[in-house]
């Protein structure tokens, strides 16, 4: 049982780094296994427990995969030799069933357990499957696993409902060697998505339209590993920014893509926040207090749902009353540990009104989904007095080294791990890279 307890009050100030996007690298890595010649060297991949499951659970297909003594990610997918993922690691992440694409292109056969619900409302892969079908696989739903055979993927033409990402994604991933053109009418367009088509591309992959909403893949017959360095998370950089925001503090944010950031930052320059563009680089200074503001979000390139809770956060002790609309998923759970730290919030469907109140306080609290962390951390860096945050295992998945960059602008946050009682439960399952 670990928990972090922030003391708040305290400005962040200094330089920290930012990691390699961690929703790129998630898709990447399986992607590299794609690759029947040569290997993939991946730079620039986040350490957080989300990247531990998808790598194990490579290795678990038969792919060789592991980390140099320099943090480089190694992957060599020849040997991929097994066509049903482990249930055990797939439950933990919804981005696992990337490994359907990898292994329908490769291998012809795939049985990937469904992912569950989760915590951020129903997750359901129906248009991931609609895609396969769509490229002539034969897919049945069997024993909560999803069960299916190409002989070999067939281009087509599919209009991807809500502009899915991990569709997009998986899609581009089965499509790369497939027979024949797939084209991906109303594909999603995140940075992400970019990220990874130029990595096919280098592997020998014919992807054109990436970014826009057509995309198009010829697919090819073979694909080689590459050297390859995966795009800054915007996620983390976002989330910083709002952590310099709400403790007044003045932070710079190094290895950032401010194109990537363009609505996030011109809603926090709304807010008070001032914000220097430098060559790769960020300069963030918070204003006396921040201001209300009003957020939908949306597909990119508009505001993205995962810096929506690291957003309210800020809201919270702005000065007014902030409406804040959420269209991608049922992700206000969370409000209700702020409204334990004293927020005023009220939601109702998919809006959340937020009225700013001058201080919050320090109380324990629970982390319900890994952007929820985030925005929980925040609260607490401006919090009088000491926040206990529980479920820091979910923070983990998805932000490298979080209180070391905290702790190293200044924050007052430790983490504690209990093994009170230990010996009554079962020891957790271990990540072995
Ligand atoms: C990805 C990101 C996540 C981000 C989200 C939206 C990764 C690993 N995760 O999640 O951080 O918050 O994009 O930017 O990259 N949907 C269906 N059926 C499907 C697929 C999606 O109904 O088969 C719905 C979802 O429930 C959601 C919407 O479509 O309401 C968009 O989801 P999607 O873009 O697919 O999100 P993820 O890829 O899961």
């Given at each position: 049982m670990a928990r972090l307890i922030i003391n708040g009050g305290r400005p962040l100030e200094g330089t920290i780094h930012i990691s390699g996007a961690k929703n790129s690298a998630l898709a990447i890595i399986v992607a590299a296994a794609l690759a029947t010649e040569g290997e993939s060297v991946l730079e620039n991949i986040p350490r957080g427990t989300d990247i531990g499951t998808i790598c194990l659970i490579l290795r678990n297909l038969g792919v060789e995969i592991w980390f140099d003594d320099k943090g480089l990610l190694h992957v060599k997918g020849q040997t991929l030799n097994k066509f049903q993922a482990p249930y055990d690691l797939v439950r933990k992440m919804r981005a696992s069933f990337y490994c359907a694409g990898l292994l329908l292109a490769r291998l012809g056969r795939a049985e990937v357990p469904l992912p569950g619900g989760c915590a951020i409302g129903s997750r359901p892969v129906d248009y991931h499957i609609r895609g396969f079908t769509q490229m002539g696989a034969e897919v049945s739903i069997e024993h909560g696993f999803m069960k299916a055979v190409a002989k070999r993927l067939q281009g087509t033409q599919i209009y991807i409902n809500r502009a899915s990402v991990g569709t997009t994604i998986n899609l581009m991933i089965a499509a790369s060697l497939a027979e024949g053109t797939t084209t991906l009418e109303n594909a999603a367009k995140e940075p992400e998505v970019v990220d990874l088509a130029i990595f096919l591309n280098g592997m020998g992959a014919k992807i054109r339209g990436a970014g826009?909403?057509?995309?198009?893949?010829?697919?090819?017959?073979?694909?080689?590993?590459?050297?390859?360095?995966?795009?800054?998370?915007?996620?983390?950089?976002?989330?910083?920014?709002?952590?310099?925001?709400?403790?007044?503090?003045?932070?710079?944010?190094?290895?950032?893509?401010a194109e990537h950031l363009r609505v996030p930052i011109v809603k926090m320059e709304e807010a008070g926040i001032i914000v220097e563009k430098g060559i790769n680089e960020l300069r963030v200074r918070a204003p006396e207090r921040l201001k209300a503001i009003d957020v939908e979000t949306t597909p990119y390139p508009g505001f993205p749902t995962d810096l929506q809770q690291p957003l309210v956060a800020c809201m919270c002790v702005a000065e007014g009353t902030s409406v804040v609309r959420e269209t991608i998923f049922d992700r206000f759970r969370y409000v209700d540990e702020l409204r334990r730290m004293g927020a005023d919030i009220k939601t109702e469907r998919e809006t959340a009104i937020i009225r700013g109140v001058s201080q919050l306080t320090g109380a324990p609290v629970e982390i319900t989904d890994l952007r929820a962390g985030a925005a929980l951390a925040i609260a607490a860096l401006a919090a009088q007095g000491e926040t206990e945050l529980y479920g820091v295992d979910i923070l983990d998945r998805g932000y490298e080294h979080f209180e070391t960059k905290l702790r190293a602008l200044g924050a007052d946050v430790r983490r504690e791990v209990t093994a009170e009682g230990s010996d009554l439960f079962e020891q957790g399952y271990p990540i072995e890279v």
């Open positions: 826009t909403d057509v995309i198009r893949i010829e697919g090819v017959d073979q694909l080689r590993g590459i050297e390859y360095a995966i795009i800054p998370d915007r996620i983390e950089a976002g989330t910083f920014m709002c952590a310099t925001a709400i403790t007044g503090g003045d932070v710079v944010l190094k290895n950032v893509v």
